[in-house]
């Protein structure tokens, strides 16, 4: 009920809001609304797992955790969600070997999944040299390619780790310089959820048998995940005029794996359809590498000199468990 509302008032609020941007001139957002249909890109960072984000055991064994992405990835496919994934090296288990990685790659690529690069090493870009930085970026391009051995990716797409583009303005520009030279596509957040969280907490649960923090976590994420979509949702109409297509970030963890079928009806029930990464970039609004950090709405919202709503904050839904959490990290 409350999202009909809201949806209800998308229009109004978008309505209001675009006239900043009619009055500055932003006309890639001046354009037809997509007969008001919502579309979303579903993409994963941190493959193959981010850091204590599994149960060490599933982890540590290649076997079992490659047939927990088979399942994963079938369930996808099955509810008709194509997926993009962005790899970093070091992220490769110490008990893999080289060709255990690589065969998890294939396998994600094989399934369709797009696959980008994340570094060798997932540095914040704003706490490394510049020249460092982009050596990571090169490093983890020419992993992919020698892991993927040529399998069918035809476009480089980078994501930055923590969405972090730049802390000055001429970092940016270095930044900006290197993939354009290079011929990425940077590939942008606008559903930007802060799933690893909820995900610390699950995985901590899990490793230590603690059934009921377990699923409360869940319920928690569940929670919040719903109201995070929706609020970047309503964001994306009231920036851009329209129903412009979303890409929302999902970590590779065991909360997002185990719960695959919950999180993709969510976005369902919001009346999300489902596209791939590469056709909701055609879209104008993206047609700029962001300028700022984070949700490239935020970037929309600073080049239109609108302020920035803050998105729903994980504590609130998480509570005591946040705490309890706090306590044994
Ligand atoms: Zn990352």
Known sequence: MKVAVQRLLAPLIAAILLLPSILTGADQFLLPDSHGIRQVAITFDDLPAARSSFHPDLLANPKKFRARNVKVLRQLRKMGVPVAGFVTRDFRPPTWSEDDMSRLLKFWSRSGAVL???????????????????????????????ALGGDGQERRYFRAPYLHLGASPE??????????????????VTIDVQDWIFAEIYSWADSNGAEETKNATVRAYLAYLEEAIEHYALLGVSVTGREAPHVALLHANALNYDNIQDVISLFVKLEFKFIDMKTALLDPCYSKIPTTSGSSIRSWQAELGLPWASPPN??????????EYQRVR
């Open 171 to 188: 970092s940016r520009e270095q930044l900006r310089g290197y993939l354009e030279l290079n011929r990425y596509q940077v590939a942008p």
């Open 314 to 323: 994980p504590v609130r839904f998480l509570g005591p468990l946040y705490d």
């Open 116 to 146: 980008g690069n994340h570094t060798t090493s997932h540095k914040d870009f704003h706490e490394t040299p510049a020249d460092e930085y982009l050596l990571s970026i090169r490093g983890g391009q020419e992993y992919l390619q020698a």
